[in-house]
């Protein structure tokens, strides 16, 4: 994986910080750096420490669920694209991933430092408030799309 620095203007394209103000945005670059990965390489397992939250910039992810205790085998639940973000588990304790994130295609990420977004949530409340909202709708909306997948495969059985 090869990091870049990453600029407050790359952020603002994501819909998770809408509405945050230039410091929030600064605060969030200096936290960040750009990643990229080779079809195939994995971003994180199931099980990992989440140690950072991931922004996808071109490119898609699959999420994947381990269906054995050595994670030997593998299913894939969902594939998110460029806008999605990936990692929520580095915000919520017990800090680490529900799922795994190997990349279908190549892909450049925007990796967000887990320990310095905490504390940028931490210091300034207001973003703390705005992004867990936001990571809650995240995981709402794939929660339900998970539901659905879930309803359809027992409707074929």
Not at 78 to 97: K, R
Not at 110 to 129: F, K, T
Request: charged residues 25%; contains cysteine; hydrophobic residues 50%.
């Amino acid at each position: 994986m090869e990091a870049l620095m990453v600029s407050p203007e790359l952020l603002r394209r994501f819909s998770l910080f809408a509405g945050l103000d230039a410091g929030a945005f600064k605060s969030l670059a200096m936290a960040g750096e750009e990643i990229t990965l080779k079809a195939g390489d994995w971003l994180f397992r199931e099980g990992d420490e989440a140690d950072a939250l991931y922004l996808i910039l071109s490119g898609s992810l699959d999420l994947t669920i381990n269906l054995d205790k050595e994670g030997s085998r593998q299913a894939d639940l969902c594939t998110l694209v460029e806008g999605d973000a990936v990692g929520w588990s580095a915000l919520v304790e017990p800090h680490t991933y529900k799922l795994g994130a190997v990349a279908a295609s190549d892909a450049r990420l925007i990796r967000l430092d887990a320990d310095q977004l905490r504390d940028l949530m931490v210091s300034r409340p207001e973003v703390g408030y705005m992004l867990m909202h936001r990571i809650a709708q995240v995981i709402g909306n794939r929660l339900n799309n998970l539901r659905i997948r879930f309803v359809s495969l027992i409707e074929t059985a």
